[in-house]
């Protein structure tokens, strides 16, 4: 079945530096990629999604890749900031159903 | 729009007990979805609905546990009898299911349940 591979499963970065977070999923069929953000004891929250029509997208400070070829996708953060620290899911879908990954804890250093 | 609303926020119950969690979805969305979140399995789709229609309940645990839709505003998870192990925070989130905001999923603030 589908499956989706997020690497790191955690990430430290120093305050101002930038943050990149790697999915890889196995569906070639796959044509819908977002990302989710959840704050400690919170919900996830949508932050950016990308369709398989195009191969960037970018939300101030957040971007996401696309290469469908590759069947990787990428999540940038730039000028890391402390409201950044949580929990990052990305998920892949080719129908109802989002396949998640494991989840990234992104720890952003003072 | 309120988003999606979930209740309780919290229960707390003994093993044995009935457990009944309830979810409005955002108006118009016309999938439903609840999610089990543990720190060891991650998230996990438990049902989905349609249109009210269950689609996809592949990953019910087991018979304890069982959902309704019985219109497009409400729908309940119950687990009976409820174990520790059910222990988790249950999310239910809506979307539409085409057009350009197909698939994109609002979640609802989740029921923390913890069984003793």
């Known amino acids: 079945g589908e499956n989706v591979e997020q690497h790191p499963s955690t990430l430290s970065v120093q305050e101002g530096d930038s943050a990149v977070i790697k999915c890889t999923y196995s569906?070639?069929?796959?044509?819908?990629f977002p990302w989710y953000k959840q704050e400690l004891g919170k919900r996830p929250q949508l932050i950016i999604d990308?369709?398989?029509n195009v191969g960037e997208k970018k939300d101030q400070r957040i971007a996401v890749t696309l290469n469908k070829t590759a069947k990787h996708f990428s999540l940038h953060i730039t000028e890391t900031q402390p409201e950044d620290s949580a929990v990052y899911f990305c998920?892949?879908?080719?129908?109802?159903?989002?396949?998640w990954g494991a989840g990234t804890k992104l720890i952003i250093k003072p | 729009d309120a988003g999606v609303i979930q209740s309780p926020r919290h229960e707390v119950t003994e093993m044995g007990q009935e457990v009944t969690l309830r979810c409005k979805p955002i108006?118009?969305?016309?999938?439903l979805f609840w999610y089990r979140q543990t720190m060891m399995r991650g998230l996990e789709l438990l049902i989905y609905?349609?249109?009210?229609?269950?689609?996809?309940d592949s990953g019910m645990p087991e018979d304890r546990f069982s959902a309704k839709m019985p219109n497009a505003s409400f729908s309940t998870l119950k687990i009976q009898p409820s174990e520790p192990r059910d222990s988790a925070v249950y999310f239910c989130?809506?979307?539409?299911?085409?057009?350009?905001?197909?698939?994109?999923?609002?979640f609802g603030a989740g029921s923390r349940l913890t069984v003793l």
């Open positions: 569906d070639s069929a796959s044509n819908y």
């Open positions: 998920a892949a879908s080719s129908n109802y159903q989002l396949i």
């Open positions: 990308i369709r398989s």
């Open positions: 989130a809506s979307s539409l299911d085409r057009g350009a905001g197909a698939n994109v999923l609002t």
């Open positions: 609905f349609n249109n009210n229609v269950p689609i996809d």
């Open positions: 108006s118009g969305h016309n999938s």
